[in-house]
């Protein structure tokens, strides 16, 4: 079994709270999952590292997730229902 770590060399949050990046207006940031299968196109976000900001879009879409239960027991998986809320 091999583990992979991934260490932050300075704070995160200063980069998403810059108000003069070009990525500032972006409401959630999500890592690559690096798959490309069928069941996490188109976005291919992966739910080990994502950066939401509160707003009223946002928490819709949490709430949304939160209502798609039943997607995450038959796919057994939270990260598929996610990337089909986000196709949506």
């Known amino acids: 079994m091999t583990c992979s770590f991934r260490i932050w060399y300075r704070d995160p949050l200063t980069y998403f709270h810059d108000d003069k990046s070009p990525s500032h207006g972006f409401d ?3 890592q690559d999952d690096g798959s490309r299968g069928i069941f996490y196109a188109p976005f291919s976000a992966n739910t080990g590292f ?3 900001r509160s707003n009223d879009r ?3 879409f949490f709430n949304q ?4 239960g ?3 027991i ?3 998986s939270h990260q598929i229902a996610l990337v ?3 196709s949506e």
């Open 28 to 30: 959630v940031y999500f």
């Open 50 to 52: 994502y950066y939401v």
């Open 58 to 60: 946002t928490r819709n």
């Open 65 to 68: 997730l939160l209502m798609s």
């Open 70 to 72: 039943d997607l995450v």
């Open 74 to 76: 038959s796919a057994k």
């Open 84 to 86: 089909a809320l986000l």
